[in-house]
């Protein structure tokens, strides 16, 4: 079943929907589709995940520098494609360990509930690494980040154009470590059958000499 999102962008798009969306975290070999879901955001877009414009260049060299031994991205495939992500990065250790969250959806599969879906792993995750304090930082015009991050009792504390949302995770359980293995689980035992589900430049021909 095709549904048309609403508030899409651009106007008239219609997208499938969640039936045909994997969450799966990546590994340093998706840096590819990092940077080009990062380069599909609109300008808008940009500006509220990285506080400022960015050139594709910097996106890229973001990518390239990003500590994926310090980081757990989690992406939302629609069809196939990354459309989503939640990046959840350790950013200290002593005396508590903190880590920032930050996220992206692309345009026309906004206000679907994709960003919840991603928070929501992306704190199981750090629940299950023992992190004792999650910082989101957005801009306070970002009403829409704000919205989602009080969902899950977010405290946030607005500064001079800025909100700072702070999440303490709870000690991880039997439960949340079963949540985190039955989500990888879901999202790679299709690869066992159809690699190339995960990874579609598996089914491309080889190169002809
Ligand atoms: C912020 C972002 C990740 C949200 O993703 P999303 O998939 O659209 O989020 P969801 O659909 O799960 O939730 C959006 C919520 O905001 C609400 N919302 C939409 N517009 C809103 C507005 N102007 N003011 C307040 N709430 C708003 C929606 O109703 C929804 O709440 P609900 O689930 O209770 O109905 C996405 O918009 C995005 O990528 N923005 C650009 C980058 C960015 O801002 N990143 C955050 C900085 S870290």
């Known amino acids: 079943m095709t549904t048309t999102v609403k508030n899409a962008k651009p106007a008239g798009v219609a997208v499938p929907l969640q039936a045909a969306s994997v969450y799966r975290k990546l590994t340093a070999a998706d840096s590819g589709l990092l940077a080009g879901h990062l380069k599909r955001l609109d300008p808008h877009d940009r500006h509220l995940r990285f506080w400022g414009g960015v050139t594709d260049t910097a996106i890229d060299e973001y990518c390239a520098r990003l500590d994926w031994s310090a980081a757990v991205v989690v992406g939302a495939f629609i069809d196939g494609d990354l459309r989503g992500v939640g990046e959840l990065v350790r950013v200290r250790m002593v005396p508590r360990i903190m880590a920032e969250v930050a996220f992206s959806v692309e345009g026309p599969w906004q206000n679907?509930?994709?960003?919840?879906?991603?928070?929501?792993?992306?704190?199981?995750?750090?629940?299950?690494?023992?992190?004792?304090?999650?910082?989101?930082?957005?801009?306070?015009?970002?009403?829409?980040?704000?919205?989602?991050?009080?969902?899950?009792?977010?405290?946030?504390?607005?500064?001079?154009?800025?909100?700072?949302?702070?999440?303490?995770?709870?000690?991880?359980?039997?439960?949340?470590?079963?949540?985190?293995?039955?989500?990888?689980?879901?999202?790679?035992?299709?690869?066992?059958?159809?690699?190339?589900?995960?990874?579609?430049?598996?089914?491309?021909?080889?190169?002809?000499?």
């Not at 995750?125 to 304090?133: G, H, K």
């Open 112 to 209: 679907e509930g994709v960003g919840t879906a991603l928070l929501r792993r992306v704190l199981t995750i750090a629940r299950n690494r023992c992190i004792d304090r999650v910082y989101m930082l957005c801009l306070a015009e970002n009403r829409k980040m704000q919205k989602i991050a009080s969902k899950f009792e977010a405290q946030l504390s607005f500064g001079e154009g800025e909100v700072e949302g702070r999440i303490l995770p709870a000690w991880p359980s039997y439960f949340s470590l079963m949540e985190e293995a039955v989500e990888d689980g879901k999202a790679w035992f299709p690869a066992i059958f159809d690699p190339a589900s995960l990874w579609p430049g598996l089914s491309a021909p080889p190169d002809q000499p």
